[in-house]
Structure formats: C-alpha cells, structure tokens
T-cell receptor
Framework: AQSVTQPDIHITVSEGASLELRCNYSYGATPYLFWYVQSPGQGLQLLLKYFSGDTLVQGIKGFEAEFKRSQSSFNLRKPSVHWSDAAEYFCARHPGGGNKLTFGTGTQLKVEL | EAQVTQNPRYLITVTGKKLTVTCSQNMNHEYMSWYRQDPGLGLRQIYYSMNVEVTDKGDVPEGYKVSRKEKRNFPLILESPSPNQTSLYFC??????????????FGPGTRLTVL
C-alpha cells in the first residue's frame, strides 16, 4: 500500500530561521504530491503541489518543495519563518487514479519569537 | 466565494443518538470525500463519491454512512455513534480529471465528541 511518512512530529524554529519539513513516500508510479497547512481551528489549505516537470515547486506564503525521486522525498522549505507560520503541516500523495489522498501523520511547527 | 461548508462545526452527543453532518460545495465538483483526523494518525478517508449516486468506502468506513443525491451535497451519517468516533471530520471536494489528480478543497471541519 502506498504510504507517506513525516518523520518529525514536532519542530521548533526561531522566527527568521530557515525551515525544512521532511516527507517521504513509498515507492510507486509517478507520484502526485501535495503539502497542506492547517492553522489552529482551521481547515486544510493547499501550499503547493507536484505533478510533473520542474522538481522545485513554488507555493504560497513563500514556501517551496523539492521532489527527489532518488530519495523518495518531497521536503518543504522556507528560507525565513514568520510567527504566523506556526501550524500543522501535512504531506499527501495521490495515486493518479481515483481521487484518494493519502496523508502523512503531520508535523506540528512551533515558532519561537 | 468558492467554498466547502460543513455543519455543525461543533457537536457533542451521546452514544447511540443518530446524527448527520452536512457538507455542501458550490464549485460544481464531481468528487467529494470525508476524512477524519486523529492525533498521530493524520487524515484518514472514510467514504468518497465520484459523482451523484456513486459512493465507495475509504480506509475507515465502519460506523458511517453517506449519500450523494445531489452534486453539491454529501452528508455523513452516524447511525449509532460511539465514543471511538470522537474526532475532527473534514469534507473535501474536487473536479474529477481523467488520468491525474486535482486539488482538493477542504471544509473548515466538524469537531464531534461522543460521550
């Protein structure tokens, strides 16, 4: 079965520091990959997605992610974190057929001022 | 405004009392889905619907029912809720594209507590 792994349950960074959130997916055909953010008490908002083409994808709020097939990874990055980025982040994978998303367990980001 | 709405947003109920959580989207999406979110488990799909009158089980369908009589609505029904169904529930919708995925839009969530 396809799976998505987010190894870090909690991450704390200082405001202004760089951020990298890890995501690994299980082997399969061309993966369609997403990053969602969930702010406290809110639904999920799409940050960015990778379907094909350029392996470095830009998203909203200054986030980017790089798809690395050799490492089965799709890590999320931001060069300078803002306090408002504190939230839970989910990596998700779509198999290409049907419409089911498989989510990772999430990474809770805390930003220290 | 394009959106997915869920009602109620918060619900506290007792074991065995039937309830329905409504979900509605105004984007003319074919595909709709229900997820539950539990700490340490991420989001898990309960049921999904590819179009009107077409529904199928997701990963954790036990104890839930759904119906899709209209394109815009996809209610989640708990016939006899139990405490292990205490969770945060999300409805999502998207267009259905042949040969590839599409962005899913999520509702704001419904926090359900079953006592």
């Amino acid at each position: 079965a396809q799976s998505v792994t987010q190894p870090d349950i909690h991450i704390t960074v200082s405001e202004g520091a760089s951020l990298e959130l890890r995501c690994n997916y299980s082997y399969g055909a061309t993966p369609y990959l997403f990053w969602y953010v969930q702010s406290p008490g809110q639904g999920l908002q799409l940050l960015l997605k990778y379907f094909s083409g350029d392996t470095l994808v830009q998203g909203i709020k200054g986030f980017e992610a790089e798809f690395k097939r050799s490492q089965s990874s799709f890590n999320l990055r931001k060069p300078s974190v803002h306090w408002s980025d504190a939230a839970e982040y989910f990596c998700a994978r779509h198999p290409g057929g049907g419409n089911k998303l498989t989510f990772g367990t999430g990474t809770q980001l805390k930003v220290e001022l | 405004e394009a959106q997915v709405t869920q009602n109620p947003r918060y619900l506290i109920t007792v074991t065995g009392k039937k309830l329905t959580v409504t979900c509605s989207q105004n984007m003319n999406h074919e595909y709709m889905s229900w997820y539950r979110q539990d700490p340490g488990l991420g989001l898990r799909q309960i049921y999904y619907s590819m179009n009107v009158e077409v529904t199928d089980k997701g990963d954790v369908p036990e104890g839930y029912k759904v119906s899709r009589k209209e394109k815009r609505n996809f209610p989640l029904i708990l016939e006899s809720p139990s405490p292990n169904q205490t969770s945060l529930y999300f409805c999502a919708s998207s267009f259905r594209l042949a040969g590839g995925p599409n962005e899913q839009f999520f509702g704001p969530g419904t926090r359900l507590t079953v006592l």
